[in-house]
Nanobody, 121 residues
Framework: VQLQASGGGLVQPGGSLRLSCAASSFTLDYAVIGWFRQAPGKERELVSYIRRSDGSAFYGDSMKGRVTISRDTAKRTVYLQMDSLKSEDTAVYYC???????????????WGQGTLVTVSS
């Protein structure tokens, strides 16, 4: 499985961005796609994950209520819609794949390269 994250960029506070995570292939083993982020000087944290089978999702506390995760199985792509962005959302955002739902970073087996989101006026 190869994961390609994209969609990052510079956005003003209060703005929105949609990140995409394109997978080169899906197997039954990689049933969950998660989005993590790592801000400068901070540990990587889970933003959200989604089950490929039924689209059910989990949201971490950091951005709950401001993000929506979704998937397009035909396009093998998972999206992270981020709204009402704040300066503290500035981070590198990574997508990752695992075969069992988990909030733990170590539980994810494959990682994309990350896409930088900068929230600044």
């Amino acid at each position: 499985v190869q994961l390609q994250a994209s969609g990052g960029g510079l956005v003003q506070p209060g703005g929105s961005l949609r990140l995409s995570c394109a997978a080169s292939s899906f197997t039954l083993d990689y049933a969950v796609i998660g989005w993590f982020r790592q801000a400068p000087g901070k540990e990587r944290e889970l933003v959200s994950y989604i089950r490929r089978s039924d689209g059910s999702a989990f949201y971490g506390d950091s951005m709950k209520g401001r993000v929506t995760i979704s998937r397009d199985t035909a396009k093998r792509t998972v999206y992270l819609q981020m709204d009402s962005l704040k300066s503290e959302d500035t981070a590198v955002y990574y997508c990752a794949a695992t075969n069992m739902p988990t909030i733990l970073e170590d539980g994810y087996h494959y990682w994309g390269q990350g896409t930088l989101v900068t929230v600044s006026s």
